[in-house]
């Protein structure tokens, strides 16, 4: 069966009533519904109770990242001297960051996403209960005096909070803005990094965050992001399934110029794929493991640039602290860059040349700090920041842009769960290979009688930064070579794979299109 996946023809549908106002239908001939008529500011009225503009909604999202990235980016600075206090050794810690990480992106992500789409928490509920846990997960974090009450405080609790605020921060922008997604959700997602370059700053300062201190500067931090993220939760809501805005027509898109560019560089995806149809494409488990090759390398980079510039004898100068906030502040500032570049050149060629800068950035930080020249260390730490952020950007833009938006949030987490593996590399795997690649035992790495745990040696160095590198270098050859945009035939023979019916305006492509009366939406 040849089935045309070019051509799109505008269907004509009556108005419908919604809670939110009304709307007409329209479908293209490859069977994609757009709903198109109700106003945001109608939708929010209905479902929050006050009126929120698009604009106002990205700064929302932006605040839900914004907040809750402290614990990601600012563990490299505070772990040293929380570390340091307790006693505990360089694994005992750093296990710590990858515990987080598993329930950040494992259970936060996917589990709230899933009960998110199906209606059993709302956004709001989602945003308040990551406020309430963040604050918790500080205190718990200041009064860790045994390795498992961090890892129970800061790991679980505070993962689950980080969690909640990511998830919530990009479901919002992938929804509202599905025809130009590329800056916005890079602005939004930027945030995650820049976020804790206040805090960064305040731990890497000499005499600020010390033994005497630090218990003081992490209970203010974790009442000043919960009550951010709890702030946050006010401007945010979901839009309806299928919601599209009216200004655009998605059916002559091809006719459009400025404004469309983004669309015409990034088409909208040839169907809303369920998770089970986004699993059974090729895409789909590319995607899951070009992310986590890539998330693996910049997760080395957010947890141990700073600590490599400690061991190699920059800490306590300013350009050991311009370039740790300097790397999470342009980590920051690069993702609604890339995503602006992507809307002329496309997701997956900009994705593939931000994975490769991303890992020869690597080898010249290694570089410069083997070479001793905390100058080079710091600019290059910098601008290596501006793209270890690419993974985390485009993995909202692909899965919506590739699989649509209806699902995006549970899809967008089956990928992201994946971030646990790279958080191994970069928080336990790394450290591990630095204490045994230096002459240490596995008793130094578990912290046992008897146990060795040397300084990390030069090449125990070199070889974690070349393992990051290739991590880096793998994800930007799969995104080439296997994630082009999926066709409708290939969402036709996946849905026949699955043993599942296609629909007919599918199935039949040159007959007239139909047009259902009435989609589900709300607050999903």
Request: glycine share 12%; with cysteine.
């Amino acid at each position: 069966m040849k089935i045309k996946v070019t051509s799109t023809v505008s269907v004509p549908s009556g108005t419908v009533k919604s809670p939110y106002g009304s709307y007409h239908l329209v479908t293209d001939r490859n069977g994609r519904n757009y709903r198109i008529g109700e106003s945001p500011e109608d939708i929010t009225k209905k479902i929050i109770g006050y009126r929120l503009s698009r604009r106002t909604m990205l700064i929302g999202a932006w605040m839900c990242f914004f907040f809750g990235s402290v614990l990601e980016y600012g563990w490299s600075s505070a772990s040293g001297t929380v570390i340091a206090h307790y006693h505990w050794s360089l694994v005992a810690g750093f296990f710590n960051y990858s515990v987080y990480v598993l329930f950040e992106a494992t259970v936060a992500a996917y589990i709230f996403s899933r009960m998110r789409e199906r209606g059993l928490i709302s956004l709001r509920r989602m945003a308040w209960l990551g406020a309430a846990m963040l604050i918790l997960s500080y205190i718990f974090f200041a009064n860790a005096f045994a390795p498992w009450i961090s890892y129970v405080g800061y790991a679980c609790t505070g993962g689950l909070a980080s969690g909640l605020g990511y998830a919530a921060g990009g479901g919002v922008v992938t929804k509202w803005f599905p025809e130009k997604r590329g800056w916005r959700l890079g602005f939004a997602n930027g945030a995650w990094a820049y976020g804790a370059v206040p805090f960064i700053i305040v731990y890497s300062l000499p005499g600020v965050f010390t033994n005497s201190d630090f218990q003081s500067v992490l209970y203010i931090t974790g009442a000043i992001i919960s009550l951010g993220l709890f702030t946050a939760s006010f401007l945010i809501c979901d839009a309806p399934k299928y919601w599209w805005p009216a200004s655009v027509d998605p059916l002559t898109i091809h006719t459009q110029k400025s404004r469309a560019r983004e669309l015409k560089a990034n088409p909208p995806a040839v169907a809303q794929f369920t998770p089970q149809e986004f699993f059974a494409t090729r895409q789909g488990k590319a995607q899951m493991i070009s992310f986590t090759f890539a998330l693996a390398a910049s997760l080395f980079n957010v947890g141990l640039y700073a600590t490599f510039g400690q061991a190699m004898g920059f800490k306590g100068g300013i350009l050991f602290v311009v370039g740790a906030a300097g790397f999470a502040f342009t980590d920051g500032i690069g993702r609604p860059l890339q995503g602006w570049i992507s809307s002329y050149i496309g997701r997956r060629k900009a994705v593939t040349i931000f994975y490769a800068l991303m890992g020869l950035g690597g080898l010249g930080v290694l570089g410069a700090g083997l070479v001793h020249s905390p100058i080079l260390w710091s600019i290059l730490a910098v601008l290596t920041g501006a793209v270890s952020g690419a993974c985390f950007v485009f993995d909202w833009l692909i899965i919506s842009d590739y699989f649509g938006e209806n699902y995006v949030a549970t899809n967008w987490s089956i990928p992201y769960m994946l971030k646990v593996l790279g958080g191994a590399f970069a928080g336990i795997g790394s450290t591990i290979a630095l204490v045994l690649y230096s002459g240490g035992n596995l008793a130094g790495v578990l912290g046992t009688p008897g146990g060795v745990s040397p300084t990390p040696t030069t090449g125990a160095w070199v070889l974690v930064f070349l393992i990051a590198t290739a991590f880096s270098l793998i994800a930007a050859g799969i995104v080439w070579t296997l994630e082009k945009q999926p066709t409708l035939e290939q969402y036709v023979r996946t849905r026949q794979k699955l043993g599942l019916s296609v629909p007919s305006i599918v199935s039949q492509p040159h007959a007239e299109a139909s047009t259902p009366n009435e989609v589900s939406g709300g607050d999903e």
